[in-house]
């Protein structure tokens, strides 16, 4: 198990590391700081914005330095998962990075489903842009009115009419939807009754459809913590009676649960990698205030318990690098053994747990470090602890990921099945 930086992606890793610390983060702020609305409640960017985005996606593409995601496909670098994870990493100093590779979410789950799912007009209309930089994309499965954390209670109908599929219901949480370069919603929907003969995982299946259909209203932003985070946001949208063609169906009907597994489990690593890296700056942050403030006297590294912090801090970040590179190799060695990812869920459920919890320590430590300023919008803290602490609930909560890392556990000690 070979878990350590290969040759091929070790200039790349230093090549993307440069251009995040020297030019994406010297940009960062300035780029959030100012975005407005349009009528129908999405977000709008300005000039300045565009001008900061699209100018860092251009110099990445001339530099060959986009699409790192496609791993084992010949569509990009063709890099293992494990060697991803490496330049993962360096995209989570900040939250611009991962788009300006074409690497962010929910975009890089949406094209892997569109390219193994997708027939090819979904593939003509939509992937080629999303490989370009083009559009964003949005996913939309939870749902306000039941426990999504089980998506087998998903609610939100598609009923076949003719040639037709009607759709009704809400979604919320629908990252990426509030940005205006949303052009496709990859969405869940129930196409079989409940209370039916047909099995709970079969009753649930995916479509791809246009963002701006007739009857689509994006009724508002979801906050986190009382921000909205444009201008990615997290929208909470109604379809009323919207028609898309049979052809949206994404792989079959009541085939939904098969495609959400396909595109989750690539994006829990790809989240968890970027948590490694957001811990190690806030580890820096914290490091450098350490050193260069005094109280009492004495820097603050050498009052109180701040010298142990800073040793747990980094001993937590170690392990759980480690533990992600792991569960990226037990993906790839399932990929190389025919693409049954089925052997490698219960580590990717495991660092689903372990690494936004670590990056929130440590995350927590450096505010404290920092005091008054490290909740303030003077560092880049507050932002980051917002975005992990949403990461324990996205692409399922901490509980469920337990629940399966236990059952598979407990399944070595008993005769029958444990459910």
Known sequence: MDLGISDRVRPLRDAVRQMVREEIMPLDVEYHHEVGKHPDGRFAFTDRQNEIREGLKAKARERGLWNFWLTDSERGYGLSTVEYAYLAEEMGWCTLAAEVFNCSAPDTGNMEVLERYGAQEHKDEWLGDLLEGKIRSAFLMTEPDVASSDATNLEFSAVKDGDEWVFNGEKYWSSGAGDPRCAVYILMARTAPRDGDVPRHSQHSMFAIPANLPGVTVLRAMEVFGNDDA????????????????????????????????????????????????????????????????????????????????????????????LCLKAAWMMDDCIAKGGDLRPAQPWISQIKVAAPNMALHVIDEAMQMHGGVGVSQDTPLAAMYAGMRTLRFADGPDAVHRMQVARKELRGYTNQSVK
């Open 231 to 322: 201008p990615h946001g997290h929208m909470h949208i109604r379809f009323e009676n919207v028609r898309v063609p049979a052809s949206a169906l994404l792989l079959g009907e009541g085939r939904g649960f098969e495609v959400s597994q396909g595109r989750l489990g690539p994006g829990r690593i790809h989240h968890c990698m970027r948590s490694v890296g957001q811990a190690e700056r806030a580890l820096e942050l914290m490091c450098k205030r350490s050193v260069s403030r005094t109280a009492f006297g004495r820097p603050l590294a050498k009052l109180g318990a701040n010298y142990d912090i800073i040793a747990e801090c980094r001993i937590k970040i170690e392990q759980s690098r480690l």
